[in-house]
């Protein structure tokens, strides 16, 4: 019987002493997750959820959402241009305000109707998603993120077919939101048309050259952003954008081209936004 009861006692005792560290462990964990070194990173998708309430707790309570495309960029530069750049950029802009976490680039935005298509659809590899599935997707990734503590809300488009959804989730979550502590900004400042274009006709490259897609400030953004994902070999100036998907002439594009208009796109994307968190309600 002693032996026995010896046996029985010895299992009581491990099973306490197991149950005992593992109360002490559910104890510990939080703490260590609170008042660990947060990683040194603003993208939402690399890091923890407590990492990001600790985040939040801190000051950081604006978020980007860059919303980014799939489409075709010429022979010469790859379909995911968009997300690259928005990514690249995203970064910049948050570490710059030093109060932003940059949320999971969207890359299925407009880009025509696939019963009818045209233009970029034109081309394998586009992905087109209906505006209006593209306003809800926006929309509920803002409501999500509020939901968790954020209160200014920047939306950035780097394809012009986001631009009007954008603004319409705005809008909408602006009127909606009328009266709480919470801001949705759309910036038109991030177009990389603006300044850019102004620069390069300074620097002596003509409207014809710059052009309206996959020419000059396309190919010299991403040339700077990571230069493997374009192809010298296969660039070409072309004015026929049905044939070639380029309109302009990429020959003349330069990584150091592009290093100025990340310089412009970013700067006065920033300063577009610290104008408007000092304009109450806003929202513009």
């Known amino acids: 019987m002693g032996k026995k009861t010896g ?39 690399e890091m923890t959820w407590p990492e990001v309430r600790q985040a939040i707790d801190h000051g950081k309570t604006t978020i980007i959402i860059p919303t980014g495309g799939t489409e075709q960029n010429g022979p010469h530069m790859v379909l995911g241009k968009h997300n690259l750049i928005v990514r690249y950029t995203a ?37 087109t998603l209906p505006e209006r599935y593209f306003i809800k997707v926006v929309e509920y990734a803002a409501r999500s993120l509020k939901l968790h503590g954020f209160k200014t809300i920047v939306l950035i488009g780097d394809s012009g077919g986001n631009w009007n959804g954008l603004k319409i989730v705005r809008d909408a979550l602006n009127q909606e939101w009328a009266g709480e502590d919470i801001n949705v900004y759309y910036i038109p400042e991030y177009n990389r048309g603006g300044r850019f274009r102004k620069w390069l006709l300074s620097r002596g490259e003509t409207e014809k050259q710059i052009g309206s897609h996959a020419g000059i400030m396309d190919t010299s953004v991403m040339m700077a952003v990571d230069p493997a994902m374009v192809r010298p070999e296969k660039m070409a100036p072309s004015y026929r ?19 100025q208009g990340l310089k412009f796109q970013i700067e006065d994307t920033v300063r577009k936004i610290r104008l408007l968190s000092c304009t109450t309600g806003s929202g513009s």
């Open 7 to 45: 046996v029985v006692r010895s299992k009581m005792t491990c099973r306490n002493g197991l149950i005992t560290l593992i109360a002490l462990g559910l104890s510990w964990w939080p703490l260590q997750s609170e008042t660990s070194s947060p990683p040194d990173t603003v993208f939402l998708e």
């Open 91 to 127: 970064e910049r802009i948050a570490r710059s305000l030093g109060d932003a976490l940059v949320a999971p680039v969207l890359p299925y935005v407009p880009e025509g109707d696939i019963d009818n298509p045209e233009g970029h659809l034109d081309f394998p590899g586009t992905i």
């Open 241 to 259: 954008f049905a044939e070639t998907g380029v309109q302009g002439d990429p020959t003349r594009a330069t990584a150091a081209y592009g290093e």
